[in-house]
């Protein structure tokens, strides 16, 4: 029988992994990873190489809406396999022919350890680093990871609205429906944690009356906001 053998293939980072600690090298000097960003949110999005079409609208666009990002305590972090210099030659043609000076850091990455390391790496999308977005939290924990096709340039409204629920989920310790706020059936109402037991389930139902709750079952039970 052949022995086992260790995979070549990099492990993925997972969603509730602790991001694992870097230093890298940025537009911006020098940043740890994720120390730099305790007790702020950060959202890294990676590229695989400058002057690409669909990442230079992205950047543009994260760009746009980078104050919003900063209204919800999150800082913005960009990554490319390209050196610093062409980092810095990108965001000047960006200026020059967009009118959009790009104000977050950028990661270099040109031997591919930081992708490497995050599992960014995927064999089957060839050699180069795929356009991956971490939504990372106040204590370095991995929340949310959204992987993108080169064809395919990110929604922006997605990643604020995303960062907004998981934020909104944190403090009140409810869950939101698909599309919130803006569900169509329950607009911006959010949805309690079913109950584990029958005792609570009972519970559930009579808490639901006294407050008010719009309770469609003792394990669908939704709230105001």
């Avoid at 400058?50 to 104050?67: H, I, L, N, S, Y």
């Avoid at 800082?75 to 062409?86: C, Y």
């Avoid at 591919?112 to 370095?140: K, Q, W």
């Amino acid at each position: 029988m052949a022995e086992d053998t260790e995979s070549d293939t990099p492990r993925l980072s997972l969603i509730g992994d602790r991001f694992p600690d870097l230093t890298v090298e940025t537009t911006h000097g020098a940043k740890r990873l994720p120390d730099d960003y305790e007790d702020e949110w950060f959202v890294l999005f990676s590229h695989p190489g400058d002057f690409t079409p669909v990442c230079t609208t992205e950047f543009a666009a994260f760009e746009q809406r980078r104050e919003e990002f900063e209204e919800l305590n999150a800082n913005l972090i960009g990554l490319s396999v390209d050196r610093i210099h062409s980092h810095i030659k990108w965001t000047d043609w960006i200026e020059e022919e967009l009118d959009i000076d790009i104000g977050f850091p950028i990661i270099a990455d040109e031997t591919g350890t930081v992708g490497t390391e995050l599992g960014m790496i995927h064999p089957g999308d060839g050699t180069s680093t795929v356009r991956a977005v971490f939504l990372v939290d106040p204590e370095g924990v991995i929340r949310q990871i959204l992987y993108y096709p080169k064809e395919i340039g990110r929604n922006i409204d997605e990643i604020i609205r995303s960062l907004e629920a998981l934020q909104f989920s944190d403090a009140e310790g409810v869950a939101t429906p698909a599309d919130w706020p803006e569900n169509d059936l329950f607009g911006d109402k959010v949805l309690l944690p079913p109950p584990g037991t029958d005792e609570d389930a009972a519970a559930r139902l009579e808490e639901a009356a006294e407050k008010g709750y719009d309770a469609k079952d003792w394990w669908f039970t939704l709230r105001d906001r």
